[in-house]
């Protein structure tokens, strides 16, 4: 079971008014061979979820996501988020190999 930590707030996306943040903490989860995590949506720009189960052995992220930029930005800013996105989600490898 994952619950959310982070609930968007910001234009065209008020899910704060709908959610309210998970509880459950961020937990690396046991298969026969490895240590994953599970992180969806907006908790993927955060580093602390990486960096926690990574100091519980966890050695795979998963990232399931819908995120991207509303159709009206695209043009003007998609390669710049999608440029942020990437640095992110390399960013959340290094606590992975430090450990």
Known sequence: MYRKMHIPDDPLYYEK????????GF?????????AR???????????GARLTAL???NILFYPTAIG????????FGVAQHDAWRTIQRAHAMPMECT
């Open 69 to 76: 930029w509303h159709p009206s930005e695209k043009a003007e």
């Open 17 to 24: 008014y709908y959610f309210t943040p998970g509880d459950l």
């Open 56 to 58: 519980q052995g966890a």
């Open 27 to 35: 937990r690396a989860i046991r298969h026969q061979r490895w240590k």
């Open 38 to 48: 599970h992180s969806s949506l907006l908790d993927q720009w955060y580093p602390e």
